[in-house]
């Protein structure tokens, strides 16, 4: 799925049954993208292949929460999450998220992040077997961070 510079004026809903594959390259591509509202992703499952990434947030803007609860991103090649510069207005969640990722970039990528609500990675399972599971360099969090096994 492309969406890259899209903006969506409600919400942005993939959620439970959702399942996104592509074997040469990211499921999806949301660079830029912006929502003026509340973007969940919860329960999806994304499969992507690369070093680009399963799900590309790179530099998107929500104004609402962000909501990956229970989402199963996997690559075998890659990051599973690439949400550089990404800014969301409200809160994120990555409570149950189980991201699977292959090399130096990281399973789950932050950097320069920007989350004015808090970010819950309650129970969030992030597994990189060549390199660090979670990078988020610059993150920036204004309210509470909460990561509980």
């Not at 990211?26 to 799900?55: C, I, M, N, R, Y």
């Not at 929500?62 to 609860?69: H, Q, S």
């Not at 690559?75 to 994120?92: F, I, K, R």
């Not at 789950?108 to 990078?135: F, M, S």
Request: glycine residues 14%; negative net charge.
């Amino acid at each position: 799925m492309r969406l890259p510079g899209a903006h969506i004026t409600g919400q942005l809903l993939l959620v439970d049954d959702a399942k996104l594959t592509n074997e040469a390259g990211p499921a999806l591509v949301a660079d830029g993208l912006q929502v003026d509202s509340d973007t969940s992703l919860a329960g999806l499952t994304a499969t992507g292949h690369g070093e680009k990434g399963t799900v590309r947030l790179l530099g998107a803007h929500i104004t609402g929460d962000l909501d990956l609860r229970r989402a199963t991103l996997t690559n075998e090649a890659g990051p599973a999450l690439v949400a550089d510069g990404l800014q969301v207005d409200s809160a994120t969640s990555l409570a149950g998220l189980t991201a699977t990722g292959h090399g130096p970039l990281g399973a789950v990528r932050l950097l320069g992040a920007h989350i004015t609500g808090q970010l819950d990675l309650t129970g969030a399972k992030l597994t990189n077997e060549a390199g660090a599971a979670l990078y988020a360099d610059g993150l920036q969090v204004d309210s509470a961070t909460r990561w509980l096994a």
